[in-house]
């Protein structure tokens, strides 16, 4: 069975950082995408950044520079590390996995998702 736990989210000021975490369990990461996307209220979601294998990786235009996504195989576990951060990142984030080849942060192209974590970034 497929699951994917995220945690890491919590209120931060402007130009803090956080880290979320994507705990992945009944599947091997090897073999699927890991996105990671999120949805402010009253607005669509949206794609953030994904991950194949170990070094191929993919940034919204609005975020490169400040995240950074990574994995531990150990862990089976996706990070999202968000430096910077500013008001308008202020969202649930989620973590999805698909299984494809290649990189896209087109939602639809997801499978499996968590339950979402929340980030407010505000003063």
């Known amino acids: 069975q497929v699951q994917l736990v995220e945690s890491g989210g919590g209120l931060v000021q402007p130009g803090g950082s956080l880290r979320l975490s994507c705990a992945a369990s009944?599947?091997?990461?090897?073999?699927?995408?890991i996105g990671w996307f999120r949805q402010a209220p009253g607005k669509e979601r949206e794609g953030v950044s994904c991950?194949?294998?170990?070094?191929?990786?993919l940034y919204a235009d609005s975020v490169k520079g400040r995240f950074t996504i990574s994995r531990d195989n150990a862990k089976n576990t996706v990070y999202l590390q968000m430096n910077n951060l500013k008001p308008e990142d202020t969202a649930v984030y989620y973590c999805?996995?698909?299984?494809?080849?290649?990189?896209?942060?087109?939602?639809?192209?997801?499978?499996?998702w968590g339950q979402g974590t929340q980030v407010t970034v505000s003063s």
């Open positions: 009944g599947f091997n990461l090897d073999y699927y995408t």
């Open positions: 991950l194949r294998g170990y070094g191929s990786t």
């Open positions: 999805a996995a698909g299984q494809f080849f290649g990189l896209t942060i087109r939602s639809n192209a997801y499978d499996y």
